[in-house]
């Protein structure tokens, strides 16, 4: 399935490739790696995650190695990426 990314999501890979920086290169390289085999999971298997409580047609998965989530939904022939979020940040509560 195709996927696209909301320009929140956009925004928060780069937040995600700064802030993993400070790790150094290895790290950076290894989280967004991570991201795009998850990402590259929920094209494949997009009903695969758990849906969201509260938030009807929204999906969550866990990246498990690193601390963040990836939150999307799915659409008509596509998902749509909507916020890949820091797992020590208080819940999400709203989507813009």
């Known amino acids: 399935m195709r996927v696209e990314y909301s320009k929140r999501a956009v925004a928060d890979l780069l937040k ?5 920086r400070s ?3 290895d790290v950076t390289a290894a ?3 991570r991201i795009h085999e998850v990402i590259g ?3 494949d298997y997009p ?3 758990a849906p969201v409580r509260d938030r009807p047609g929204m999906r969550v998965i866990p990246l498990i190695r690193y ?7 799915i659409l008509e022939g596509r998902v ?3 916020h890949i979020r820091h ?3 208080r819940p999400w509560t709203k989507e813009r």
Do not use: Q
């Open 31 to 33: 989280v967004e790696a």
């Open 67 to 73: 601390p963040y989530k990836v939150f999307y939904r």
């Open 41 to 43: 999971h929920i094209a």
């Open 87 to 89: 797992t020590a940040r």
């Open 80 to 82: 749509r990426i909507l």
């Open 23 to 25: 790790f150094g290169e």
């Open 16 to 20: 995600v490739s700064a802030d993993s």
């Open 47 to 49: 009903e695969a995650a």
